[in-house]
Structures are given as C-alpha cells and as structure tokens.
C-alpha cells in the first residue's frame, strides 16, 4: 500500500488523544475510534505513522497493533482475557526445573527465583516449584489470587500482559513486567533461559536468531505500552 497522507498530527479528544492523517482521525483495524489515555502514547502512534516511506511497511506498527488489541479484543471482555492468560498461571515455565543435580538448575535459581519471589511477595501467595515437566496443579488459592488480579487491570495493561506471557510462557514474567523498574531485554532474557542454554551447548542459526529478534522486539513492545498507557 502506498501512503495516502502528507502530514500527522494529534488532536486532544473526549477520553484522550487521537492520531489525524491529514485532518482526518485515525480509526482501529476494527473500526473504533483510536483514542488513547495518555500524549505519550498518542505521539508515540504517531511516530510510526510519520516514520513511513513511499510504501507503507504492515510490519513497522507495533504500537498500534497493541493499541488495537487493546482496544477491538480486551476492553470489550476484560473477564474472558484474564480467564485465557490463567492457563499460563497453570503451567508457568518458571516453575518447572531442572532437577537439582543438572547444570541448568542452578542457571535457573539465579535467574528465575527472584521473579517467582517478587510475584510471591507482591500477591501474598505460593507457587509450586516442580523438577521435571510433568504437570502439578498450582494452589486453589494461588490461582484464585492471580485471577482476580488480573481482572483488576486495564484494557492496556491487560492487552500488554496478553501479548507477553505467550512470548515468554509465562504468567509471572508478564506480571514483572509491569513493575516500574522493570527491564525489557532482563526479562526476555529469563524467559528465554533455557533456549540460550541451548544455544550454548549445540550452537544457533540465522532463522533462529531472525525468529527470536523478532519475539524480542515485540516484547520491548508490550512492555513499552504499559510504560506509556
């Protein structure tokens, strides 16, 4: 698709900040008006719309994807998302180990133990660690905790939780990632522990590496959304 605009703009509107295309306010892939909470945000939809050349690059908007998940999908079932995202509670990568003699496991107390301590600590609960794959159910109460908080967040912080617990397989690191501190490429680096692990042993590829840039960039993403929604 060629660019159809000249000049991009923003326009203070009920209930936020909206992108214009010539004058014209930008609409969701679904046809909502694309209004967000936040200048920030808007500018930073903005941004990839000005940053477009001759031909328009599908692939070059990663914050408006976000942006219309957030609001075509979440905001009109915030319940059946929270309800989805449960399953990675369940079977949370972080808590299936190595058993204690491997190498690995010490690699994943010291990156994956802290994460696991911080939700702990943060929701009043406890998980089960598990060595080996085979399924353990997770406390009654742990879920419930973790359900209802989940159903405390926003459309924007929920969309950004949806988008990185499938790329990490993990629930507690999408909740980390909400925290202020939080780093993106630390985090995508945990959740990828055991890929690199073994990446060391048996060496990498270019696919690989293409395919894992990319899942990267799109959890810098995510994690940016929250930051500025």
Not at 146 to 171: K, V
Not at 172 to 196: R, S
Not at 210 to 215: G, H, I, L, N, T
Request: hydrophobic share 50%; net charge negative; glycine share 4%.
């Amino acid at each position: 698709m060629k660019r159809f605009w000249r000049e991009v703009t923003l326009a203070e509107v009920a209930g936020g900040w909206q992108v214009l295309l010539d004058g014209r306010a930008v609409r969701t892939q679904g046809g909502t008006a694309q209004i967000v909470p936040g200048h920030a945000l808007a500018e930073a939809l903005a941004a990839e719309w000005a940053a477009q050349g001759e031909v328009v690059d599908p692939q070059s908007f990663p914050m408006r994807d976000l942006v219309d998940l957030a609001l075509d999908h979440v905001a009109p079932d915030l319940a059946a998302h929270a309800a989805k995202l449960m399953r990675y509670a369940e079977t949370d990568t972080l808590l299936y180990r190595a058993d204690p003699d491997e190498p690995l496991h010490r690699r994943q107390l010291e990156e994956w133990e802290p994460l696991v301590q911080s939700v702990e600590r943060r929701h009043g609960i406890t998980f089960e660690r598990v060595s080996g794959i085979i399924h353990r159910p997770q406390p009654a109460a742990t879920l419930e905790t973790l359900r209802h908080a989940l159903l405390q967040q926003d459309a924007w912080r929920l969309a950004a939780i949806a988008t990185l617990a499938p790329l990490a397989a993990s629930l507690i690191v999408a909740l980390n990632a909400l925290e202020e501190n939080a780093a993106a490429e630390h985090l995508f680096a945990a959740a990828n522990l055991e890929e690199d692990w073994q990446t060391e042993q048996w060496g990498s590829d270019a696919d690989a590496a293409q395919v894992r840039a990319a899942r990267e960039a799109a959890f810098a993403a995510a994690m940016r959304l929250v930051r500025l929604a």
